[in-house]
T-cell receptor
Framework: SQQGEEDPQALSIQEGENATMNCSYK?????LQWYRQNSGRGLVHLIL?????REKHSGRLRVTLDTSKKSSSLLITASRAADTASYFC??????????FGTGTRLQVFP | ETGVTQSPTHLIKTRGQQVTLRCSSQ?????VSWYQQALGQGPQFIFQ???????GRGNFPPRFSGLQFPNYSSELNVNALELDDSALYLC??????????????FGEGSRLTVL
């Protein structure tokens, strides 16, 4: 079973726009991570935020975490066509056993 | 480039057969996790191996089994294949809890089709 769900399931935007994806989860966590997956390929780690952190930045990525609402959001600023992919949040009860959400499919049009 | 390789990349089996999928972890990583990803779904945790011992299992039946070897290689074995086993199988390596960043390094996956 999935730990959480991403919202929206699919998102289409133009290059240069910002993309926001949300993740909700069900249980207490040690950390929450975001991964990216190009079509049918392996997942690539984007960013990790620990349960005692509220916001984290990495390049064009901004992640927030609200443990009281059991939710997180991933913001990609100034999107590019190359950002087209599926994005998954994953939560860890301990550091290495990750449980993934259902994913958001992002399409960025040139 | 994650340093994790999987083989084969694609394979086709028939119902009832057995399959072995292989993974070579990133050097120095003592933990390997296996995930099943059905089309359009998120990866589902199958199990994890730490220092050659199973270290946690998801909601998968015993016909899914694994092995981890000292040379950073590992295997996922599935017996009595069913049509619903058709999926992308992903291997991910990491350092054990408390020793690493918590980040998983994924291979490109093995796509299994069961006819």
């Amino acid at each position: 079973s999935q730990q959480g769900e991403e919202d929206p399931q699919a998102l289409s935007i133009q290059e240069g726009e910002n993309a926001t994806m949300n993740c909700s989860y069900k249980t207490s966590i040690n950390n929450l991570q975001w991964y990216r997956q190009n079509s049918g390929r392996g997942l690539v780690h984007l960013i990790l935020i620990r349960s005692n952190e509220r916001e984290k930045h990495s390049g064009r990525l901004r992640v927030t975490l609200d443990t009281s609402k059991k939710s997180s959001s991933l913001l990609i600023t100034a999107s590019r066509a190359a950002d087209t992919a599926s994005y998954f949040c994953a939560t860890a009860l301990n550091t290495d056993k990750l449980i993934f959400g259902t994913g958001t499919r992002l399409q960025v049009f040139p | 480039e994650t340093g994790v390789t999987q083989s084969p990349t694609h394979l086709i089996k028939t119902r009832g057969q057995q399959v072995t999928l292989r993974c070579s972890s990133q050097s120095g990583h003592n933990t390997v996790s296996w995930y099943q990803q059905a089309l359009g779904q998120g990866p589902q945790f199958i199990f994890q191996y730490y220092r050659e011992e199973e270290n946690g299992r998801g909601n998968f039946p015993p016909r899914f089994s694994g092995l981890q070897f000292p040379n950073y290689s590992s295997e996922l074995n599935v017996n009595a294949l069913e049509l619903d086993d058709s999926a992308l199988y992903l291997c991910a390596s990491s350092l054990a809890s408390g020793l690493g960043t918590g980040e998983l390094f994924f291979g490109e996956g093995s796509r299994l089709t069961v006819l």
